[in-house]
């Protein structure tokens, strides 16, 4: 698994390249050419932290969910279940549009989207919906979808359920062109059957490899076709040159924040949202913090300049040495302690691969929701961990 993480961003890291070689400087979000030595080197410093957590915990033996805690189990993943195919059922006439006449007209509510997603909807019958099919709980169900394959006999059904649940953001985002939701499910599967490639037997990796590439290959025809739709207009936009420059942006822009964002304000509102709301009262606005930002640095803010970047614009460089500190101890302490992955602490270990797969280009857990199923995810691993009685 730490091989497949490292691959990934071994093959993005290459789209820089690309860029360069291309000219595409300026154009799809890319900054000016930034480039320089100390930023590169820092670049690498912060993923080298993040792959050395991935490969201790790879590494540990998996051990399953305890006899008593399988009710527990099952009524997660009717939680899952149900809550994907509710956000699915109130967006099917959003998603029709977007799929049969309006996909040309759908990229700006991109934005309002995302926008929106920040505080939420006032549906409060959506709420644990919401939260549900907030990361990390479509890699989530992707990793229990794996388990049950290795370990467990349900119906076809469930695992039909899981599995949906898993790429339930990929099918909201087809509602506003987006194109990010499919990435993040691939990379997120990529490494989730890296981890299980070991539990499984030969003829269930073979049909799990039939499936991937009819998904993969569904997928990525829509993917394909939203990128034609959104760049190759006729103009100077170019489709293929667009996929390049937003798999390398995420070097250049890194190093443009680093470079042009040391005089920014603290603005911590994009990594604590909730925190924020709490505290100050005062709802974060997506549209605003970019506008707060672009005001103190002279380089787009608004772009794929990893978690690291953003960590970096909006907490300072202290409080991105401290965070970088922080995650390196916490795994220290892991790799001191851990002697197994448990069945409760995947519950940790689908939130850094999520925090993988997200963080490649920008801060994961922004928004009310993320913020909420971060928390339930944590309070999920004290659930399965202990056995309550009344």
């Known amino acids: 698994m730490d091989l497949a993480a490292t691959s990934i961003l071994m093959i993005i890291s290459f789209c820089a390249i690309l860029i360069d070689e291309h000219e595409l400087y300026g154009e799809y979000g890319v900054n000016n ?12 410093a912060q993923w080298t932290i993040v ?23 099952y009524t997660l993943f009717v939680l899952l279940i149900v809550s994907s195919f509710a956000m699915i059922a109130v967006s099917l006439e959003d998603i029709r549009d977007a799929m049969i006449m309006d996909i040309a007209d759908v990229s700006d509510a ?10 939420g909807d006032k549906n409060y019958l959506l709420f644990i919906p919401n939260i549900l099919v907030s990361a990390p709980f479509p890699t989530l169900a992707l990793f229990l979808w794996f388990y049950m394959k290795a370990f467990m006999d349900c119906s076809i059904f469930l695992r039909a359920g899981i599995l949906i649940a898993s790429v339930v953001q990929t099918i909201l985002a087809i509602a506003m062109a987006g194109r990010a939701a499919f990435i993040f499910w691939a990379f997120d599967f990529f490494l989730v059957y890296s981890y299980f490639y070991q539990y499984l037997q030969k003829n269930t990796r073979w049909w799990i490899n ?4 009819v998904i993969g290959g569904l997928a990525g025809a829509l993917f394909i076709a ?15 040159d667009s996929l390049f420059a937003y798999a390398g942006q995420h070097i250049n822009n890194f190093c443009a924040v680093v470079t ?21 009262g005062q709802t974060f606005d997506l549209y605003e913090h970019y506008n707060e930002l672009t005001h103190s640095v002279d380089a787009l803010v608004n772009v794929f300049d990893t978690f690291g970047g953003e960590l970096y ?35 940790l270990f689908v939130i850094l691969v999520a925090f993988f797969t997200r963080g490649l280009f920008a801060w994961p857990f922004t928004g009310h929701y993320t913020t909420l199923a971060l928390l ?9 961990k202990y056995i309550f009685k009344i």
């Open 260 to 280: 042009e964002g040391g005089d920014t304000p603290f603005l911590p509102g994009r990594i604590f949202p909730l925190l924020t709301k709490l505290f100050t």
């Open 210 to 213: 039939i499936t991937a590439a």
């Open 376 to 384: 339930l995810s944590v309070s999920f691993c004290y659930f399965f």
């Open 110 to 119: 991109h934005y309002y989207k995302l926008e929106e997603g920040i505080s």
């Open 226 to 240: 939203i990128t034609m739709v959104r760049f190759d207009t006729g103009s100077n936009s170019n489709a293929l």
């Open 313 to 347: 614009l909006d907490i300072g460089l202290f409080g991105y040495i401290f965070f970088f500190i922080a995650l390196f101890l916490v795994f220290l302490i892991i790799k001191n302690r851990w002697k197994e992955l448990a069945f409760h602490h995947i519950f």
């Open 51 to 73: 792959l050395w957590s991935i490969h201790i915990l790879c590494r540990l033996p998996l051990r399953q969910n305890a006899p008593i805690k399988m009710p527990m189990l």
């Open 33 to 44: 050419d930034y480039l320089t030595v100390p930023t590169v080197l820092l670049f690498c």
